[in-house]
């Protein structure tokens, strides 16, 4: 399988590139502007070339390598829910999807995939932006379209959706068929994770992955402004008690064999999840090594995107590029 030529802006620690690669893309450049993910990503892959940049400061014009590229990719800070969007915080992560677009302007790639929250797709507040975008993008020669997966259909044991945009040059769009989940069964929290829960010879390994067999609610990275790591908001921290688990905090190691599991007894009773556990329910290999302390490791984990439904967008978009050209005379782009 030959390779095609990738760039990926916001590129965190890794999630989208990684499934990329898995699908036969080569990064030509890896672009972030946190150096504890500069230091993941070349941790892991020492001969990718990595930028520690903002996405704001990037001119492309002082990196010709990117000119000549298949696929531009961006799993961008997510946005907030469309009650937010008035925000400064969420002003400043729409300005970065703006960036992205104005860059495909520049460097022209074949296709484009950005990665976002669901309601980026269809919220009435983010009409505005998508509007920008459609703009742009007919402008520029490409034909896209919206929309959804939810990672626990390509073997991630996470109930995760993401809003996806996926933009071809006309020519290779009418081949682009959205990837089709890869698994029949969800893959549950308790299988994920039974293994690395008895490695620390913890007796209640099984038991507690017996009645743990749901997918993970999201997890959530949170903000670098907040304090230390927790499994995400109250609603997602019900989820976890349901499985025993203390969603509260993440453990700097799994549990040994005096650990008591009575989860009836409240937090002290129950189990915690490590970083390590954090990134495989997150769908990464586990030999992916993460910089930084426990918040951090944690922080770029719950940003991440799945590796496993990058590989498939990637397989979706390199078939799509592979496909005959189809005619585009006499095209007329959407309103």
Sequence with gaps: MSELRFVDMCAGAGGLALGLEHAGFEPALLLDKKPVACDTLRRNRPAWQV?????????????????????????????????????????????????????????????LVIENVPELVGAPDFEPIRDLIRKELNHLGYRFRWFLLNAADFGVPQNR???LLVALKKQHFDAFRPPEPTVREHLSVGRALRRSMAMGGWRDADRWAAQAVSVAPTLVGGSDRRGGADLGPTGTKKAWTRMGVDGGTVADNVPGPDFAWAPETGRRGMVKITTDQAALLQGFPPDWEFAGKKTAR?????????????????????????APATSVAGYTSPP
């Design 51 to 111: 930028l520690e940049m903002d996405l704001l400061d990037f001119s492309p014009s002082q990196h010709k390598e990117i000119y000549d590229i298949d696929l531009l990719s961006a799993g961008l800070p997510r946005v907030k829910s469309s009650a937010t969007v008035a925000r400064a915080e969420t002003e400043a992560e729409l300005r970065l999807l703006e960036a992205t677009v104005y860059l495909a302007h520049a460097v022209q790639p074949r296709a």
């Design 161 to 163: 959706r993401q809003g």
């Design 298 to 322: 944690y922080r770029q984990i719950g940003h991440a995107s799945p590796p496993p439904v990058a590989k498939a967008l990637g397989l979706a978009i390199r078939a799509a590029l592979a």
